[in-house]
């Protein structure tokens, strides 16, 4: 456990040595899958308490005894969907990561991509801290304090993750940089290439 603690530590602080440490001791999928559920579970948890629970209090004076039966059901869906939600998008980060590792002349195999991306995921702490925060606020403040937790903590997980990459693959940090950078523009692009053939329709 102390290991575990120690390594999360390293990952924030000299993720590079951490990550050399890592693959060193040639470790598998376990411990990083593990961290990941467990981070996404409680984020989850942290932004339902502050988003839709709050909702929930609301509306559920004039839902009468159902409310809370109602509020509890959608937050565990919501927490559930979210997990597995984050868990697919590990595993299809890890593919066009490891795809764009490859092309920028990168060593490794797939495998140190799910790797490195699990890991990663740790820099998520300070959503979870700041959305903790929250619940002791008011609904707006709480809004704003989720959303500074989670533009500071994609920006250390990408930190993170190159280091992470370049580490793995054997290349350049910018390099790695980019390998974790374009898989989130390739996704963040899909839903604009999906909705052009309805633009094309509306224009003719």
């Known amino acids: 456990m102390i290991d575990i603690l120690a390594d999360l530590g390293g990952l924030i602080v000299s993720p590079r040595q951490t990550f050399k440490i890592i693959f060193a001791e040639k470790r598998g999928l376990l411990q990083p899958a593990l961290i990941l559920l467990v981070m996404m579970t409680v984020l989850s948890l942290v932004t339902i308490a502050n988003v839709a629970i709050r909702f929930m209090g609301f509306v559920s004076p ?16 919501s927490v559930a ?12 980060l890890g593919l066009l990561t ?31 801290i700041l959305g903790f925060i929250g619940l002791f606020t008011n609904f707006l ?14 920006i250390l997980w990408i930190i993170v993750a190159s280091v992470g990459v370049s580490e793995a ?18 996704l963040s692009l899909i839903p604009f290439l999906m909705t052009l053939p309805f633009m094309f329709m509306t224009w003719w």
């Open 62 to 77: 004039f839902m009468g005894g159902f409310g809370g039966v109602l509020s509890a059901f959608l937050g565990l869906i």
């Open 81 to 92: 969907g979210m997990v597995i939600g984050g868990a697919i998008l590990w595993l299809i």
């Open 98 to 128: 490891h795809v764009f590792a490859k092309v920028f002349g990168g060593k490794g195999d797939v495998e140190k991509a799910f790797i490195v991306l699990g890991y990663a995921t740790v820099s998520f702490f300070i959503y979870v």
């Open 141 to 154: 403040i709480s809004i704003g304090l989720l959303t500074v937790g989670l533009l500071i903590s994609v």
């Open 169 to 186: 693959y054997g290349i350049s940090l910018g390099r790695g940089l980019a390998s974790v950078i374009l898989p989130l523009i390739v």
